[in-house]
């Protein structure tokens, strides 16, 4: 059965940084290209980052120079280094293979980011 534990959400003072990490248990991650995804209320979910199975990169252009996005394969975890964090960053943060699946969708980590 595969799941994707998301965690290191938090509250943040625009500025702040904070790091998400994704730890994938019953899947080999190495195989996937991998994404975080985020959902704010009333929002449809959008796609922040995505690594590939070589680390080739991409990020929106909302986040672009701001979050990074890295993996350690021999640990099954993908990770969301996020700096300069904005009010707007505010959201519900998932990690998901990239193309999505249906079913490896967990609970994902909030972030808040706030004065």
């Known amino acids: 059965q595969v799941q994707l534990v998301e965690s290191g959400g938090g509250l943040v003072q625009p500025g702040g940084s904070l790091v998400l990490s994704c730890v994938g248990s019953?899947?080999?991650?190495?195989?996937?290209?991998m994404g975080w995804y985020r959902q704010a209320p009333g929002e449809q979910r959008e796609l922040v980052a995505r690594?590939?199975?070589?680390?080739?990169?991409n990020y929106a252009d909302s986040v672009k120079g701001r979050f990074t996005i890295s993996r350690d394969n021999a640990k099954s975890t993908v990770y969301l280094q996020m700096n300069s964090l904005k009010p707007e960053d505010t959201a519900v943060y998932l990690c998901?293979?990239?193309?999505?699946?249906?079913?490896?969708w967990g609970q994902g980590t909030q972030v808040t980011v706030s004065s």
């Open positions: 998901n293979t990239d193309p999505p699946r249906q079913n490896f």
């Open positions: 019953g899947i080999i991650s190495s195989v996937y290209s």
């Open positions: 690594i590939t199975t070589g680390g080739s990169t």
